[in-house]
């Protein structure tokens, strides 16, 4: 059976779900640092960026699980608000809050706000697969009942057979991740394409897969708020790939420097 503590330190239980994220936040940290200068930035200003990324994810993460998934629960039991070890994070809230930060610093040092969401989405891509597993050890945003041979019976939610789909999630982010890296490293590409490209894959898959889990909240009776969610991303996804490809001369995220050596090379 999965437990959802770690382990235990002095009598505090330390959960994978914290762990998990941790890990996520600290692979993101290294690759966005690693990468910084190639898309003009100093490290120094985006190990700032980053800091204010992070809690901003996970302040709006919550905030919508809280108002859009579980408000009555929330309302009733008001403390279990600050009780992120229990699970219960929203990722379209996390993403939502990783753009309003970007947004607030793009706005505050006239900056490229795209330049800056291509950088910082190429990382998150697979940090959401972190996320994933969290929720898989955690036992919660569980399938819907199979008789596949792929089913997994998770005791903290009940005796059944259900899809991993939780799993399934983590394992389409990480094919995302490696999709925009490969885009990334041998094609040229305007700023803002690499975010319009995530934003459509992972709110497409997203829209299919929830079909194998278990809603919960469904409007008309057929589409989850998660879907519907996903089908307003994909779109925003839509809007910003139209307008990068619209926009005058190739605007790469590299930084002009790194580009003219590029092009050194392959001379």
Request: hydrophobic share 50%; charged share 15%; glycine share 8%.
């Amino acid at each position: 059976m999965l437990n959802p503590v770690a382990f235990t330190v002095f009598g505090l239980d330390i959960y994978w779900y914290g762990l998990t994220y941790a890990l996520g936040f600290l692979f993101s940290y290294l690759f966005i640092i690693k990468f910084a200068k190639e898309f003009g930035f100093k490290s120094e200003f985006i190990e700032d960026v980053f800091f204010n990324v992070m809690i901003f994810s996970v302040l709006f993460g919550r905030l919508f699980y809280v108002l859009f998934y579980n408000p009555i629960f929330y309302f009733n039991n008001f403390f279990e608000i600050i009780a992120v070890w229990h699970g219960g994070m929203s990722i379209h809230g996390g993403i939502f809050g990783v753009f309003v930060t970007l947004y607030y610093f793009s706005k505050k040092y006239k900056l490229d706000l795209f330049k800056l969401t291509d950088l910082f989405i190429l990382p998150a891509s697979l940090a959401l697969a972190f996320g994933r597993l969290a929720n898989f050890i955690n036992q919660e945003l569980v399938g819907k009942i199979t008789t596949s041979s792929l089913g997994v019976i998770f005791p903290l939610y009940d005796e059944n057979t259900r899809w991993p789909y939780q799993l399934f999630e983590g394992f389409k982010s990480l094919i995302i991740f490696e999709i925009l890296f490969f885009i990334y490293f041998f094609k040229k590409l305007k700023t803002g394409v690499l975010t319009g490209l995530f934003l459509v894959f992972f709110s497409l898959g997203r829209f299919i897969l929830d079909f194998l889990r278990e809603p919960d909240i469904l409007f008309f009776g057929v589409i989850s708020l998660g879907q519907l969610l996903s089908l307003i991303y994909a779109i925003v996804g839509v809007i910003i790939l139209v307008k990068s490809y619209r926009a005058s001369g190739l605007q790469s995220s590299r930084a002009p420097e790194l580009q003219r050596k590029e092009k050194k090379r392959k001379r």
